[in-house]
Nanobody
Framework: EVQLVESGGGLVHPGASLRLSCAAS????????MSWVRQAPGEGPEWISAIASGGVVTYYDDSVKGRFAVSRDNAKKLLYLQMNSLRTDDTAVYYC?????????RGQGTQVTVSS
């Protein structure tokens, strides 16, 4: 059974940084592409980043390009999202998801709130 557990969210001011983590188990993490998806209140899910299984190929939505960085540690089965220069419109629940795209299995999510 795929299990994904996100952590690292919180309440921060605009311009701050956060690092999200996702602990994976129950599947072959090292062979799986992984994604980050976020959902703001009243909005649909937004696919913001992905990383291929080998950790070299990445994808960023224009809304986060240049501010967010995805990485992974296959030995520890961990996925990361470094978020810099956070803005109020980054406020959302952030999910890690298996696969390349927004449709894979997700964890319970971690809340990120950016507010002055």
């Amino acid at each position: 059974e795929v299990q994904l557990v996100e952590s690292g969210g919180g309440l921060v001011h605009p311009g701050a940084s956060l690092r999200l983590s996702c602990a994976a188990s129950g599947f072959s993490f090292e062979s799986s592409d992984m994604s980050w998806v976020r959902q703001a209140p009243g909005e649909g899910p937004e696919w913001i980043s992905a990383i291929a299984s080998g950790g070299v190929v990445t994808y960023y939505d224009d809304s986060v390009k240049g501010r967010f960085a995805v990485s992974r540690d296959n030995a520890k089965k961990l996925l990361y999202l470094q978020m810099n220069s956070l803005r109020t419109d980054d406020t959302a629940v952030y999910y890690c998801a298996s696969g390349w795209g927004p449709y894979g299995s997700r964890g319970q999510g971690t809340q990120v709130t950016v507010s002055s």
